[in-house]
Every structure is written in structure tokens, then in C-alpha cells.
């Protein structure tokens, strides 16, 4: 039993990338198992940045296996896309180093046309296609990565599914395209098909093979716990399964396969699309946050909404994903504020509540009482992470020091690491 999975502990975007791909150095194997072109990784390594919205984080480095099973949802023109990238900084990608499994679903251009015109708008999605095609995954109409081997299978399956899709676009009103037509998608995917068919793969398969020769398996996740299918703010929550339970389901390996969760928490909270947040800041201290934090999405640019560490939120977290550690990322960013609030727990009429409520109504009356916390200076964080090395947390500004103590103790879970830049050296690891 050697599989990890590292799971953001929050809306999204807590600094995972960064974490991943420390992680992925020390696995064998780095498996992708859920969403698709809606995450976006940030990774630092040296002067250049990158940024990857499919690809498993193990691809910067040699000798990797990354794999991406099949609950995660494959747009081919990003992959494509995110491949060439790669290539062009000298980092190569070909079957040796990625396997796609047979079963993934391929997302269409239908899929993103048929978001535009739905209700994805009031609950801010991204906008790829993601949504419509886990629908018809769910309704098994989709296609999948193995349809890209056969010219004639998938000829037909488009055949098929396009003139649904049309009568459907049509019916909703849509804006359709010129190019969207069956001779234009078919010889879009004939071309996909030659240039990524060599990828598939069966990832259980592979993972079983893995296994038995005690090799290190790193399970990553996208998007983040309050964004689960099930256990999220839903309606304002992604079409995929989140948390850590689902990279057993999507890789195809039972659960027992799975000894250790860790899980990545911002210092402080953001969210980007739509939905219940309630520890958010309306005020100048959350704008400082996101211009300092560079909370600014990935994947659409869009600006991060901002609030102060959940407590209930992050101790619901640490029961639905079974953490034995949490990675705390972005301290330094809450650098220079004079005070620093943490939401301990909820108010919901005189009921005190320490978790994130499942019953929506009482999430949306719920009011955060918050402890407060003095701030810390701006330092030479490189330095301070250098200092960790030797001195581990006590290389923190003494009011950093209390308030990250203060979170290990409610939520009585391990402090696996503290980040306090976006380059690979500035960070502490405590364990
Ligand atoms: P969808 O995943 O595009 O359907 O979007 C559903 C919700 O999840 C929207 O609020 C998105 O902003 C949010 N979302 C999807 N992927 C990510 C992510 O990787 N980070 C943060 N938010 C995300």
C-alpha cells in the first residue's frame, strides 16, 4: 500500500501545483483523477513559470510514469496543446512518460457550446465543456479516449452524437458556429486521434502492475473538497468528485490501495465562480490579498474572491478525506496586515456549529465568529524558508509561529509543510 493522494482542502486554487510537484519527486507514479481543463497548476521552477491544466504535475520531472485515469475528462485540443508547450521548453512527453486510460471521456465541441447556453452562467463555471460532458457520461453518450483508435468507430459515434448535439443546440437557441459541422469536428478528430491514440492505456491495470513492485503512487487531485459533487456548495460546485475517496474510483484500485491523504490548505480562503462563501472580505484587506496573492484563476484569469481561514470549513475537510497532514501554502502573503482573523466556528441562530453544515439552509444563516490574531512583517522569505531547513518553524516570525500553531491545534492534524513563496525552495517542511 503505497498510493498518496494530495487533495485541495478548500474552493480550489490553494497552491497545489507547488505541493504536487514536490510530491510527484518523491512517487514513481503520478496519477490525474478527476476534472479536466477547468484546473490550472502553477509550478515555479526556476525562472520559468508554468502553467498546466491537464497534465499530471510528475511530467517536469525524469523518469516519471503520469497517468490520467478515466474520471477525468479530456479536452484533445488542450492536451495537444499542453504537450507542444512542454516540448517547446525542452520538457518531452510522449507514451514513455503518459499513459491515458481507455475509459476517460473526450470532451466535444458540442459540450461547450451547449454550456454557454445553459444556466452555467449563474453558478460561473469555466466555461470548457466540462459540465455537458460529464452529463452525457452520466447519460453514456459521451465519447471516450478509446473511441480515438478505431477511424471508423469514431466516425460514426461522431456521426451519431453530432446530430443529436445539433438538433439540441438548436432547439436551446444557441449561437452555433459555421464550423460547427460534422465534416469539420470529424476531420478535427481524425486528427487528434493520430496524434494521441498511442497514449491509451488501461490505468488500473497499470497501477496493479505498480503495486506489486512497491512503487510510490501519487493520486492528485483538481479543483478542491467544497467543490465535490457531493459534498460541495452544490449547486455552485464542479460535475466531478473531488475528494479522496474518488481517485479509487477513477483509477480503477480499491480503496485500501490509498494509505495516506494530504491535504493543501491556503493560509487563507478564496473561491472563484459563484456560491456560499462565508467567511468572504468586501473590503480593502481582501482586494490587498488578491493582488498580492496574484489570485487571479488560471485557467479564465478571473479575479479570486477572498476571505479568511474556514475552521469549520478545513475540520469537515479533514473527515471527508481521511488527512493525516495538511500543507499550509501562501503565508507569506498575509504578510503586513496588522490583524489576521480565522473563522473558529459558526453561529446558526444560538447554535454553535464547528463544521461546514450539509443542510444548505443553515450554511447560508450561518455567521463565522472569528479569533484575531497580530499581524507580521514582510520578510526575505527565501531566506526564512532557507533557515527552515535547519530551524523548521521557529525560522517564522514569531506571530506567524502562534497562528499556524494555532490551527494545528484545532484542528488537531499534522503541519506537513508551510510555503511562503511561489518558487520550489520557499518552503518549510515540518514532517
Ligand atoms: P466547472 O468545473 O467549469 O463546471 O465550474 C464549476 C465551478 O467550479 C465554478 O465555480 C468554477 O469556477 C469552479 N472551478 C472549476 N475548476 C476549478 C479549479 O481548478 N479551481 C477553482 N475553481 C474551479
Known amino acids: 500500500m503505497a498510493g498518496l493522494t494530495i487533495i485541495g482542502a478548500q474552493f480550489g486554487d490553494e497552491g497545489k501545483g507547488k505541493i504536487v510537484d514536490y510530491l510527484a519527486s518523491k512517487s514513481d507514479v503520478i496519477v490525474r483523477f478527476n476534472g479536466g481543463n477547468n484546473a490550472g497548476h502553477t509550478v515555479k521552477i526556476g525562472k520559468t513559470t508554468y502553467k ?25 485540443k488542450v492536451l495537444i496543446s499542453e504537450i507542444e508547450t512542454l516540448r517547446l521548453l525542452g520538457i518531452a512527453i510522449s507514451p514513455k512518460n503518459l499513459g491515458i486510460d481507455l475509459r476517460a471521456h473526450l470532451i466535444m465541441p458540442w459540450h461547450i457550446l451547449l454550456e454557454g447556453s445553459e444556466n452555467s452562467k449563474k453558478i460561473g463555471t469555466t466555461q470548457r465543456g466540462i459540465g455537458p460532458c460529464y ?44 464550423e460547427f459541422s460534422f465534416a469539420s469536428i470529424l476531420s478535427e478528430y481524425l486528427a487528434y486521434s493520430k496524434i494521441l491514440k498511442g497514449y491509451a492505456t488501461d490505468v488500473s491495470s497499470e497501477l496493479h502492475s505498480f503495486q506489486s513492485k512497491k512503487k510510490k503512487i501519487l493520486f492528485e487531485g483538481a479543483q478542491g473538497t467544497f467543490l465535490d459533487n457531493n459534498f460541495g456548495t452544490y449547486p455552485f460546485v464542479t ?33 472563484v465562480g459563484n456560491g456560499i462563501f462565508p467567511t468572504e472580505l468586501h473590503d480593502e484587506i481582501g482586494e490587498k490579498l488578491r493582488t498580492k496573492g496574484a489570485e487571479f484563476g488560471t485557467t479564465t484569469g478571473r479575479a479570486r474572491r477572498i476571505g479568511w481561514l474556514d475552521l469549520p470549513m478545513l475540520r469537515s475537510a479533514i473527515k471527508l478525506n481521511g488527512f493525516d497532514g495538511i500543507h499550509i501554502t501562501k503565508l507569506d502573503v498575509l504578510a503586513g496586515l496588522s490583524e489576521i482573523k480565522v473563522a473558529t466556528h459558526y453561529k446558526i441562530g444560538k447554535k ?32 526564512v524558508a532557507k533557515d527552515g531547513k535547519t530551524k523548521k518553524l521557529s525560522a517564522l516570525p514569531k506571530n506567524a509561529i502562534d497562528y499556524i500553531n494555532f490551527i494545528k491545534r484545532e484542528l488537531n492534524v499534522a503541519i506537513s509543510s508551510v510555503s511562503v513563496g511561489p518558487e520550489r525552495d520557499e518552503i518549510i517542511f515540518l514532517g
Do not use: H, M
Open 135 to 178: 452529463e452525457d457520461k452520466a447519460a453514456r453518450t459521451g465519447l471516450r479516449f478509446e473511441d480515438l483508435i478505431l477511424e471508423d468507430s469514431l466516425t460514426l459515434k461522431i456521426k451519431n452524437e453530432y446530430e443529436r448535439k445539433l438538433r439540441l443546440l438548436q432547439f436551446s437557441s444557441a449561437i452555433i458556429p459555421s
Open 352 to 383: 454553535t456549529i464547528t463544521e461546514f453544515p450539509a443542510y444548505s439552509q443553515d450554511l447560508k444563516t450561518a455567521v463565522p465568529v472569528y479569533e484575531s490574531f497580530k499581524g507580521f512583517e514582510d520578510q526575505d522569505w527565501k531566506k
Open 239 to 271: 460535475s466531478s468528485n473531488c475528494i479522496c475517496a474518488s481517485a479509487a474510483v477513477s483509477a480503477g484500485v480499491p480503496p485500501s490501495f490509498i494509505s495516506s491523504s494530504q491535504g493543501v490548505v491556503k493560509a487563507y480562503t478564496s473561491r
Open 52 to 76: 498546466q491544466n491537464l497534465l499530471p504535475s510528475g511530467v517536469f520531472q525524469k523518469n516519471k510514469r503520469n497517468l490520467i485515469s478515466s474520471g477525468v475528462v479530456i479536452n484533445p
